[in-house]
């Protein structure tokens, strides 16, 4: 399964932006499907998770309340929607995949496909 990630671009400080991941192929319902990002210099952080079973779902402090991540069962995609953001949230976007609920490591997901960068200004 590949992974393509979309929507990014440049919003003002408390604008919102919706990012997509569509897979190529199947997502199991055993599958966690997490959004990442990741800033020059800096390693890939865990933004939000969830699991395709039941929709469970997971936020990084750092944007609990603000963003929402969500599935598209029919299109094997899932969202990532972000709102009130700020300048801290400017970064390349990532989606990926795992079979463990609760490790929100990068090195436990992968079909890493290219981001998207989203760019917040001031």
């Known amino acids: 399964v590949q992974l393509q990630a979309s929507g990014g671009g440049l919003v003002q400080t408390g604008g919102s932006l919706r990012l997509s991941c569509a897979a190529s192929?199947?997502?199991?319902?055993?599958?966690?499907m997490g959004w990442f990002r990741q800033t020059p210099g800096n390693e890939r952080e865990f933004v939000a998770g969830?699991?395709?079973?039941?929709?469970?779902?997971y936020y990084a402090d750092s944007v609990k309340g603000r963003f929402t991540i969500s599935k598209e069962s029919g299109r094997q995609t899932v969202h990532l929607e972000m709102n009130s953001l700020k300048p801290e949230d400017t970064a390349v976007y990532y989606c990926?995949?795992?079979?463990?609920?609760?490790?929100?490591?990068?090195?436990?997901?992968?079909?890493w496909g290219q981001g998207t960068l989203v760019t917040v200004s001031s």
């Open positions: 990926g995949r795992s079979s463990q609920w609760g490790d929100w490591r990068p090195s436990g997901f992968g079909s």
């Open positions: 192929g199947r997502i199991f319902s055993s599958r966690i």
């Open positions: 969830i699991r395709w079973r039941d929709s469970r779902s």
